[in-house]
Structure formats: structure tokens, C-alpha cells
């Protein structure tokens, strides 16, 4: 069934639609196949980018963040040598900084939704649309419209805009709205929505348990809104949707249940029937394990495709995945029917984006636009939105506003997720946290954490040096006051993160909170008083970034007042974590 190109979202004219028809006429098998992928670009050496796009003939690259000036070479690279235009897409979840470094952190998810407006979801798009244009992106893969039900969840924690599908949807509207300044396809994800369990996709395959009405209140509605505002992309996720794969396939069995990058009765029933999406379809990243674990290698491949997705993320090994999906199609598991569908969308969108039409701009015009990555400009947006967005949580002790005169000399224990390896070292921000304090004013001692001790000098006496704890009266006499920085973070290791102290017995337990007046801040997850009901005061900072923990360090010590705002996850479901 030949796919309407002249409908939301494409809109294409005849003109474009006989360029998508002619091409796709001329192109070889190889060449088709070729299409469907999406690779995670591992190097910049242009052999290494050839071998890719004129042996695998692939649609479209991601690659990892490193320089812009590399970036943008590498990507005029890759459309020079390829027979057709390549969609280069980029994680523009919080702004810039997803697309290379020195990109500007706009705003987490969760930081537009402690605002009362939709205006830091615009600049979020808006920047990070502008900075990932510069270095020649077409595509981002956001806006995230996932909604934080579970409070236990870490993986879109702050990701997400928040625990109400109203929110999600007004915001995620604001965020594609500042990407279309840019001209950059948007991508909502991760249907059938995360959110809902604990679980991590990178490691399981999800599992969204919601009943089909509560589905379509929630994500349902999310998604439907999107599509009638013109949403050209979705990125499906290895998450399971038992409700509606079991009421749109009645007779399936539980243990036949898929995630729905493989689950045909969820893309193309749910997702395209259903809800009346139009536009491109791909897979999340094809070597999470929420993938991996549904079927053997040979079958996802060609599977992901068969099941509605019209483009597969990221190949495991570059010939066998190819040869798959070369295999699926010869197999059947892949009709011709579905595949031209596929391709239709594929170069659709390319035509959509006006990339069979777009001419080379010389190499020194195109850097000079280089210049608005990480510029002032966008510093300060991310500034007033630090400023407009950081939470006070709780302050029943009422310590704030904190009076330096009376409080100065101040002690910093920063808690921190263990490094992946000691080469890397611990977390710089560290040294910012106490640069801040020290600039508002405060005299600041820090504790050392064993995992800073490991990393200077690895010795079996650290964890005993990390025990060590001052007598009672002389820590009250020495300081005024305890700053707490919770910096957690966690990536496809463990399902969900929580606090975690640097040793057994660590020096870092809150063994002083009853002694010395304390102000705990968390620089990431929302959900830290589950661990540390103890803190009496508690901000909600968000980012580690110097935007956000000056705003944070400002307010605590009244020099502006508090303005974001909470949803009732921050309580985790206890009563003491109230007080």
C-alpha cells in the first residue's frame, strides 16, 4: 500500500513525491536495504565513514558528541559521498549539549516542568534545534514524552516533563515548536511509553501496565495530540504494552508478548490505525536489552522492520546485521509491500526536509556558524531558566534564607555515583559546588570520598580512612552549617539509581544532621528524600551545571527567592520524608 505523501506529515508536492518514487525505482536491493538503517557513527576518519555509506548504502547516522568543528566536517562527509542524503540526527533532550561538546544544557525535562509556563521547553528546542543545525544535523530524537507515573523510575526521571500527560503534552508542543525554527524533524519517544515500572529498557525488555483506557488517557492522549499537530517521527521502544497487544490479538499468548519495536499490532495497529500516525517510525537503539532478549538476532532485524518500524537503530556488527536484514526480506519476513512503505517514508521525510535540494555551503561560511554553540546568548537563557526553575522542597527546620554572617564556615560532602573506572576520576562539578559557595561567601571545607581516595592512590586502608568521623563537639564547633550535593547518575548498569555512599559506613551517613543545621541539594534525580528522609532541607536543583547550582546556592541564601515547583513524586509515597 503506497503511503500518502501528500498528507500530515509530509505535505509533499507532486514534484517531491516523483523524486521519492523515481529514486526509490533506481535503487538496487542492496540499496533498499541499506535505507532502513540508522548507525551510531564510532570514529570521524573519513575511510571509516566511506566503508559505512558506500558498502552498506546506510539512511542515516548518529555519532558521539565530540567537537563541533569535527562534527560538522564529518557530517558534510557523509552527504557528500552518499548517493542519497543522509539524515544526521543528534539527542537534543535538554538543548545543545547533546549534539557536541561546548553545547549549551538548556533545561532538563523536569526543570520545564517546575515552571508554570511552556517557555523553557521552547528555548530547550529552540537552542538545542540551532546549535544541532550548525553542525549540519536534520534530526533530533526528542522531544521525550514519557510520563513519570513510577517514582522510582531513574531512567526518565528528568528526563520526562513530569507525572501529568496535560503537562507532557503542552510541553512537548513548546519544545517542537522551538525546533522547528531550525527546520530539524522532531521525534517523540518512547512509544508505548516508559515511565510506568522501575524497569530499564537498555537492560530488560519494559513493560507498560496500563489497561487500554488508562493507556489512552495518559500516553494515548500524549500521542494523539502530537500526531494532530503534525508530529513527523516516533521512536518506539523495547517496552511491552500487555493491555493492547492482548485486546488487539486476542488469542496471544503471555509468553508470546513482545516489546513493540517487534509487536506488529502496536505499531501498525495502535500507532497507525489507531491513533492515525502518517509519519516515520524507527526502533530505539537495537543493542539495548530490552531488544536483545526478545529474539534471536536474525529475527529482530528483519522483525523490527515487519512489525511497522520503517528504520532500524544502530547496527551490533555492520555485515551480519545487513545480511539479516537482507536474509528477512528473501525469507519473506519482510514483503516487498513492506519494504517500498518503508522507503516511501524514509525518502519522504528526506524530501520533507528539502535534502535532494540543498547545496554546499562553503566549508569556512558553514563554521563561522559554529560561533552560536554555547554562546552567551543561550548562556543566559539557561541562567533565567536555572533561575525560574529551581525548587525548595522542603525547609522544616526554617534554616533559609541562610545568613553567611552567622553561618559561614561551612562543611561539603558531595555524593556522587562511583566512577566507572579510576582513570576517569570523580566528578568536576565538585570543584564548581565549592567554587560557588565560596563566591557567595562561605568558608568551605570538603570531604574527601573514597572514591576520590582510590583515585589519587588505590590502598586497602581507604575504606577505613572513609569511616573516619570527627568527635561530635568538635564538628559543631568547627562548622555552621552542612552543605549535601547529591549527584546521581546512572547509564544502562543497574535499573534504577539511588543513593549510594562512596564506602560501607561511610563518613558521608548524615551521622551530624541532629548537630549541625544542614541543606541538601540534589544536582540530578527528584526522588532522593526516599533515601535521605532525614535532610530537613531539601532543593531540587536538577542539572549539574554552574547555571544551576549558583541559582540554587543564590536562593538558599536569599538573594532570590524560590520559584519552581514540585509534583507529588518528590514525596516518594512515605510520610517521613514530609519532615
Known sequence: ?????????????????????????????????????????????????????????????????????????????????????????????????????????????????????DWAAYEMGKIGGREASALGCNWTFSPIVDIVYNWRNTIVNTRAFGNDSNQVLKLAKANIRGFKESSLLTCAKHFPGDGIEERDQHLVMGINDLSCEEWDESFGKVYKGLIEEGLETVMVGHIALPAYSKKLCPDLEETDIMPATLAKE???????????????????????????????????VPGAIAAGCDMFLFFHDEEEDFNYMLEGYHKGIITEERLQEALERILGMKAKLGLHKQTEVPLEDAKKRLE??????????????????????????????????????????????????NCE??????????????????????NKSYYEMECEQSSRFNRFKAMEMAKVEDFK???????????????????????????????????????????????????HLYDLPMMKTYINAYEPT??????????????????????????????DTRY
Not at 96 to 102: E, I, P, T
Open 266 to 300: 502496536l505499531v501498525n495497529g495502535l500507532l497507525r490505525e489507531q491513533l492515525g500516525f502518517n509519519g516515520l517510525v524507527l526502533t530505539d537503539a537495537s543493542h539495548m536489552g530490552g531488544l536483545l532478549s526478545a529474539k534471536p538476532r536474525s529475527l529482530q
Open 1 to 117: 500500500m503506497s503511503v500518502n505523501l501528500k498528507a500530515a506529515p509530509f505535505n509533499l508536492n507532486e514534484s517531491d513525491i516523483m523524486w521519492v518514487k523515481d529514486t526509490i525505482s533506481k535503487m538496487s536491493l542492496e540499496e533498499k536495504i541499506g535505507q532502513l538503517f540508522i548507525v551510531l557513527g564510532k570514529s570521524t576518519d573519513e575511510n571509516y565513514l566511506r566503508n559505512l555509506v558506500e558498502k552498506y548504502h546506510i539512511g542515516g547516522a548518529r555519532y558521539v558528541e565530540t567537537d563541533p568543528e569535527k562534527i560538522l566536517v564529518q557530517n558534510r562527509f557523509y552527504q557528500k559521498i552518499s548517493k542519497i542524503p543522509m539524515f544526521i540526527a543528534t539527542n537534543c533532550e535538554d538543548g545543545g549539549s547533546g549534539a557536541c561538546k561546548g553545547g549549551t544544557k538548556v533545561a532538563s525535562g523536569a526543570q520545564c516542568a517546575a515552571m508554570e509556563s
Open 372 to 421: 552560536i554553540i554555547g554562546c552567551e546568548e543561550h548562556k543566559k537563557i539557561a541562567k533565567a531558566i536555572a533561575d525560574e526553575s529551581i525548587t525548595l522542597v522542603k525547609d522544616t527546620q526554617n534554616l533559609l534564607p541562610v545568613d553567611i554572617s552567622s553561618r559561614k564556615r561551612a562543611r561539603l560532602y558531595y555524593m556522587e555515583s562511583a566512577p566507572v573506572s
Open 425 to 446: 576520576g570523580t566528578d568536576p562539578m565538585k570543584e564548581v559546588v565549592k567554587d560557588e559557595l565560596e563566591r557567595a561567601g562561605f568558608l568551605v571545607d570538603t
Open 477 to 527: 564547633k568547627t562548622y555552621d552549617i552542612v552543605f549535601v550535593f547529591v549527584h546521581m547518575k546512572g547509564y544502562a548498569q543497574e535499573n534504577n539509581v539511588r543513593v549510594k555512599y562512596s564506602a560501607p559506613h561511610s563518613n558521608e551517613l548524615p551521622w551530624w544532621i541532629r548537630e549541625v543545621p544542614t541543606v541538601c541539594i540534589s544536582l540530578n534525580y527528584t526522588n
Open 546 to 575: 554552574r547555571e544551576c547550582i549558583q541559582a540554587a546556592i543564590e536562593k538558599v541564601i536569599g538573594k532570590s527567592e524560590f520559584k519552581g515547583i514540585y509534583n507529588e513524586n518528590v514525596w516518594c509515597n512515605r510520610w
